[in-house]
């Protein structure tokens, strides 16, 4: 468990509550009051947000939202969090207590208020003991049988590991007929398992009538590192597989390995990015790009590394959600190297002659997008009205504001791709009622489920029919 104090702080210093409860008051108000102080000296005379301090045995790192500063200090020890863990602590936390003090006057925010805030922050803490690990799925509990597809029913064989969720994924590999769909290839799906408070990344192979399957169960707490991690599981298990590894116990094994950098977000100093360049440079066509980003497709960008660098920087504020490879910069080495489907599942960035090598190679796939800096065209036909116009909304506000309701908004997306990844556990006709009951029932703007839907069937294959 993590060892972190957290306190909320009104923005003139005053001390509103802390967690855990600090045993002397008058110290506790002093150093909350010294901190404020320290954070607006720093804003009015370096004109830049003060964001941590640093002791021998301890850091200290402010969160100011709205009215207020939450102050959250993690001790050094043997288990302690990196500096990359502990930034994409206070992203999350950002993310989830800015709904909570938006409108909330700090002048009547009263103590029992924000003690109830900083609960509802610490179990946040607590949940991300999995999610912000540097190998999160090791969480996961591996099985591994063979499914007897029979003219009436299944049969399971050759079980190892054990569960209530395998029965439910046979029965959906079977209703959902996996080995019509999956002869002599690897397919990979996600299904949320609502019943179990889990959710399942599955991996098949079958021949004639009998189905190879490896299932990874991880708890709900890692669903939003799933989603995200999602596209990184399948280019592994696609390498895997290119090498003749039939191992699933092997396969299993390395997807529990799998390593999260977080979010390319996190590695930024949010103030160094520009929406509004974004905005300006892409113009009418900005809906386009946003579409691609938020769905994780790839994307090249031509022009001057200078503006393609600005570009590719501002878009990770649309793909926080979702694992994106990016290579700010292509050079003529690299194209000795890529594979198509490495362009295809990137954001890379190139000049005007490596793109001309490309395209005279056939390297560039038909439905890349491609944004050219230089002609001003934008070479796509699928756009999201419903983040563009979010992106208008917000693009005005401060970036980390802007990045944290653009990110509240992205896991909604998320949420939204596996709950319906669920309705592959009943019959198609049932899964038909259930998406439209999700769909009038959510409260999600046909927009977001439009993309949901699109992101669910890339996780789970089989849903393909909902579309």
Known sequence: MFNIKISLVTSSG????????????????????????????????????????????RTISFIRVFDFVIIIETLAEDDALS????????????????????????????????????????????????????????????????LKHLAKGWEILDKEGEGSHIPMIALMLNTLKVHKKTQNGITSIVTQIPDENCSTFTIIITEDDISKVGVLKLPSKLDLTLFRLFPLMIKNIDRLYSKDERNFEYILNTLMDTEDLGSRLSKYNLEDLSPSFLDKTLGKNLDKVIYRTVVGEGILVVGDKPTVRLIIDALSIMNQHIHTSVNVWVTPTDLTSEEKCELESRICG??????????????????????????????ATKSSIHFKNLFDTIKKLKVKEMSTKMSQELDKLAYAALTITSFSLVAKKKGKEKLKEFASNSGYPAGLIKKALELAIKMNPLLAYLQ
């Open 350 to 379: 190139m000049s005007s002659q490596i793109y001309s090598t490309i395209k005279e190679n056939e390297k560039l796939l038909e439905n890349m997008m491609v944004i050219n800096l230089n002609t001003g065209k934008v070479e």
């Open 83 to 146: 500096e990359e863990q502990i930034k994409q602590l206070l992203e999350h936390l950002q993310t989830c207590i800015s709904p909570l003090l938006e409108n909330v006057d700090a002048n009547t925010l009263t103590e029992g208020q924000a003690e109830l805030i900083l609960e509802s922050s610490l179990q946040e803490i607590y949940q991300l003991q999995y999610s912000i690990t540097e190998k999160p799925f090791t969480a996961g509990e591996k099985t591994t049988f063979k």
């Open 14 to 57: 005053l001390l509103l509550a802390s967690k855990p409860e600090s045993v002397d008051d008058t110290n506790q108000i002093l150093a909350t009051g010294l901190m404020t102080a320290l954070i607006s000296f720093s804003k009015e005379v370096h004109h830049r947000e003060l964001q941590s301090i640093s002791y021998h045995d």
